[in-house]
């Protein structure tokens, strides 16, 4: 770093600057630049060390209040899932609604203690998340985030097991809920308790509609290929989770619903 760009920062304001190594360093206005070995983290993903960083400044800077500037909604879900960890009194997100093309702060801390009081773990929220489908994990077709959002929320306890979805492997309970509230996110008007048994019902009813050329993309996933989705999902949140440790473990991901692709080094979702 410049010593002359260091000059421009704002007098008593500390920047952190890290990645894409471990290494992380503190820059201050007239002071050289020096490593924080608190903040140093072998995370792969930006988002987590974010979060990792806001529980370091708790506890080194003494700080009570921490306003992270996010638009990314995995930041915002891990920080309401992870919140309760972090030991500051404040932990505010700045981030623009889209809706309304305006900013908003997200107070963590007080949505956190809002969803203990109703009997619910904060961890639901990132479960429901990454479980609805992402770009690093695998999707859920004609099921919304919205709508299984909306779904959990009718009748929270009904699905409370989701909460140990970031387990490895994820027990059996937590996988059942899960899929009981994908069957319960169809509008199909059938009951069914397997989602093989829904998929069978829709497919005997959209089968028979001359109208649709493609069948098979209406339906839900069968019960096999969404335990895999399960997995994946599991992963996924188990690195969400494990982010305030500056070296976490990543599950393994030929355990986790993955398989080897044929370039040596890369996999592919099974």
Do not use: W
């Not at 899932?81 to 889209?98: D, E, M, N, T, V």
């Not at 309304?100 to 809002?114: R, T």
């Amino acid at each position: 770093m410049e010593p002359e760009l260091i000059q421009h920062l704002p007098p008593n304001r500390l920047l952190i600057v890290d990645g894409p190594d471990p290494t992380a360093i503190r820059l201050k206005k007239y002071h050289t630049p020096e490593p924080d070995y608190l903040l140093e983290s072998y995370h792969a993903q930006l988002y987590t060390r974010i979060l990792m960083h806001a529980s370091g400044i708790s506890i080194d800077e003494c700080q009570s209040k921490v306003i992270i500037y996010t638009n990314n909604i995995d930041v915002i879900l891990i920080a309401i899932a992870l919140g309760f960890s972090i030991s500051l009194q404040h932990l505010l997100i700045k981030s623009r609604y889209p809706r309304a093309q305006e900013n908003c702060f997200i107070d963590v801390k007080s949505i956190i203690a809002s969803l203990r009081q109703a009997a619910i773990d904060p961890i639901c929220v990132l479960t429901l998340h990454v479980l609805s489908g992402c770009d690093t994990t695998s999707f859920i077709g004609n099921i919304s985030t919205e709508k299984m959002f909306n779904c959990f929320f009718k009748d929270p306890h009904r699905y409370s097991n989701i909460k140990n979805l970031n387990c490895i492997p994820p027990p059996y309970k937590s996988i059942t809920a899960c899929a009981q509230l994908l069957i319960d996110c169809s509008s199909f008007g059938y009951t069914a308790e397997l989602l093989d048994e829904l998929r069978a019902l829709m497919a005997d009813v959209r089968i028979k509609d001359r109208a649709r050329t493609n069948v098979a993309s209406t339906l839900p996933p069968s019960t096999s290929a969404f335990n895999l989705h399960c997995l994946r999902a599991a992963q996924k949140i188990k690195i969400s989770i494990d982010c305030l440790d500056s070296n976490p473990t990543p599950p393994p991901l030929l355990q986790s619903g993955y398989e080897n692709a044929d370039i040596a080094g890369k996999f592919k979702i099974k």
